[in-house]
T-cell receptor, first 111, second 116 residues
């Protein structure tokens, strides 16, 4: 089976812009979770989607949002970008109740 | 709230030797999952090993094994016969099966260097 894929792999944006990141889970996986990784804060949970519904949400401002499509692919959107949003954004997929498998990540740089 | 603590920011080991990475966690739940993930310089997060709290037997995967001490809330990773390819950041992670969905709580990570 193909692994989790994320696009784009690298992104450079300017403060105030918005960005959309995409994640395609492993075939058959209905749960998709998003994490932000920064040197200062480490790995932090953003949100999880299961069967097109947000099931859990981390402690991030409303500028961070996401959605999941009927084919389980997920997108996350960050509006009004800030310098502090520069991070590696990781997506992970799983079968219900099982371990999570991660994609290669999207490196977002905000200038 | 659950927390995960890795007290060793950096460790190094000689090739072919054994190294143990420490992890402690805090939870009031009786059933949960624990994981070790490896993140090499490529940044791809790779699952190393998984342990269910209700299982008394420690999980093993080839050269990787865990020492799970439920009462002490300790979950250490032992890497035997260390190889250069084991050089990576290692993260301990906790997951609750109750009303938490797929949320993983990660420790701060331990950077492991395997030296030739």
């Amino acid at each position: 089976k193909a692994g989790v894929t994320q696009t784009p792999r690298y992104l450079i944006k300017t403060r105030g812009q918005q960005v959309t990141l995409s994640c395609s889970p492993i075939s058959g996986h209905r749960s998709v979770s998003w994490y932000q990784q920064t040197p200062g804060q480490g790995l932090q949970f953003l949100f999880e989607y299961f069967s097109e519904t947000q099931r859990n949400k981390g402690n991030f401002p409303g500028r961070f949002s996401g959605r999941q499509f009927s084919n389980s692919r997920s997108e996350m959107n960050v509006s009004t970008l800030e310098l502090g949003d520069s991070a590696l954004y990781l997506c992970a997929s799983s079968l219900e109740g099982a371990e999570q498998y991660f994609g290669p990540g999207t490196r977002l740089t905000v200038t | 709230a659950q927390t995960v603590t890795q007290s060793q920011p950096e460790m190094s080991v000689q090739e072919a030797e054994t190294v143990t990475l420490s992890c402690t966690y805090d939870t009031s739940e009786n059933n949960y999952y624990l994981f070790w993930y490896k993140q090499p310089p490529s940044r791809q997060m790779i699952l190393v090993i998984r342990q269910e709290a209700y299982k008394q037997q420690n999980a093993t995967e080839n050269r990787f094994s865990v020492n799970f001490q439920k009462a002490a809330k300790s979950f250490s990773l032992k890497i035997s016969d260390s190889q250069l390819g084991d050089t990576a950041m290692y993260f301990c992670a906790f997951r609750s099966p109750y009303n938490q969905g797929g949320k993983l709580i990660f420790g701060q990570g331990t950077e492991l260097s395997v030296k030739p």
